[in-house]
């Protein structure tokens, strides 16, 4: 079977909900062992009895990926009874705002969880992986790549993880590590469905649309879209891929203003 996963553990964070559900449901589909760290423990919950249903092992823990020791902690005592074989690094906030109208207090928010807590999970998992080998995905996004419209922030922070993931993927390859991220554009999930209630109550329609029309391909992305490219890169069938960034955006930054 292609992409085959039986006998992996994989750590994901965030993956109670969205994005990161998406990806424990596929990863697990394949045989591999879940592990999800959520804030939202309840979320990671729901997820692990969806994969329990159809016969997959999931696992959820309350983790905060901005406190070092909380996450060092959790990995030891996974990997205690577990190579861990995937570490994906899913969980991560937006913030709406250019550099004036960002406080002090939005950019170090962001820098924790987007940042921090992608620095403190590798650095916890990657001692483990460095005795058998391993896979490290990072979540990047569009905004790591080109210009997008009012989210100093966030595009600050997903910069740093393109080049968390070039410089892991440097460092460890002579370890049988390969570090990989992806940068999607907008996806549909309850996210972007709260975000736009939140900020244009009544016109949620045609926001939406407006939304999904900014990528070429006329739509957003669905999570189990993402999940299938993760999927693919996580698998020994993607061994020969490491460093590398992937676009999947529907052809916003190639195609748009062409």
Known sequence: MRFDLTNKNAI????????????ALALAEQGATVHILEMNVGNGQKTVAEIKAFGGKAFAYQCNVVNQEEVTTLIVDIAGDNNIDILINN??????????????ADLD???QVNIKGVYNCIQAAIP???????????????ASSVGIFDRFAYSMTKGAVLTMTYSIAKDYVKYGIRCNCISPARVHTPFVDGFIEKNYPGQESEIFEKLSKTQPIGRMGEPEE???????LCSDEASFITGSNYAIDGGFVTLNGQ
């Open 109 to 111: 928010r962001l820098y």
């Open 91 to 104: 969980a991560g906030i937006a913030h709406v705002g250019n550099i004036e109208n960002t406080s002090e």
């Open 226 to 232: 993402i999940a299938n490219l993760v999927l693919y």
């Open 128 to 142: 483990f992986m460095k005795t058998q080998g391993g896979t490290i995905l990072n979540m990047a996004s569009i």
């Open 12 to 23: 994901i964070t965030g993956g109670g909900s969205g994005i990161g559900k998406a990806i």
